[in-house]
C-alpha cells in the first residue's frame, strides 16, 4: 500500500471520529431539581393544567430524568416522548430566541403552540411569556429554532 493510500485511510478515520464524536453530543437540558421541568408532568402540560409529578411515575429518556402525576400520563409520553419534551431544552424560549442564551425557567409560566410546549422565565416584575405573545411569535419562534442548534451543546 503506497503512502498515499494509507494517508487517505488515516484521514478517513480521523474525519469519520471526528463526525460521530459531534453527533453525539448530548443536549443540554435544564435539569434543574434533578428532573426536567423542575419535575412537573410534561404531559400535563397539553392537558392545560401543568402540576408536579411522582417519583412513583417516573423514567429517564435521553439521559434527562422526568416525572408524571400519573401511570397514564408516563404511558402517554413514552409512546412518544419527542411530542412532550420542551422545546430549547426547558429552557425560556423567550431567552434562546431574543438573546441566544439558556435562562432558567418558571414552570407555571408556558404555553403550547403548534403542538409544542414553550416555557419561560417570570419573576414578580415580569414575565417572559408576556414579551413573547406581545412580538412576532412566528419569528421568535424561528429564531429561538436557529439559535438553539447553536446552542443546544453548550453548558
Not at 428532573?35 to 409529578?53: A, H, I, N, T
Not at 431544552?89 to 425557567?105: F, L, N, P, Q, S
Amino acid at each position: 500500500m503506497s503512502n498515499s493510500n494509507v494517508m487517505k485511510q488515516l484521514l478517513l478515520v480521523l474525519i469519520l471520529a471526528i463526525t460521530t464524536s459531534i453527533s453525539a453530543q448530548k443536549i443540554d437540558y435544564n435539569t434543574d431539581k434533578g428532573y426536567l421541568v423542575e419535575g412537573y408532568d410534561v404531559v400535563s402540560y397539553f392537558q392545560q393544567k401543568p402540576v408536579k409529578g411522582n417519583k412513583k411515575y417516573s423514567t429517564t429518556y435521553e439521559g434527562v430524568k422526568f416525572k408524571f402525576a400519573s401511570q397514564q400520563n408516563l404511558q402517554t409520553f413514552l409512546k412518544n416522548p419527542t411530542k412532550y419534551i420542551p422545546q430549547y431544552g426547558g429552557y425560556c424560549a423567550y431567552a434562546v430566541a431574543e438573546k441566544k442564551t439558556k435562562m432558567d425557567i418558571d414552570p407555571d409560566v408556558y404555553e403550547v403552540r403548534d403542538g409544542k410546549l414553550y416555557l419561560f422565565y417570570s419573576s414578580w416584575l415580569t414575565s417572559k411569556l408576556t414579551d413573547w405573545q406581545k412580538g412576532d411569535t412566528k419569528k421568535l419562534q424561528a429564531k429561538g429554532d436557529k439559535n438553539w442548534k447553536e446552542i443546544k451543546h453548550k453548558k
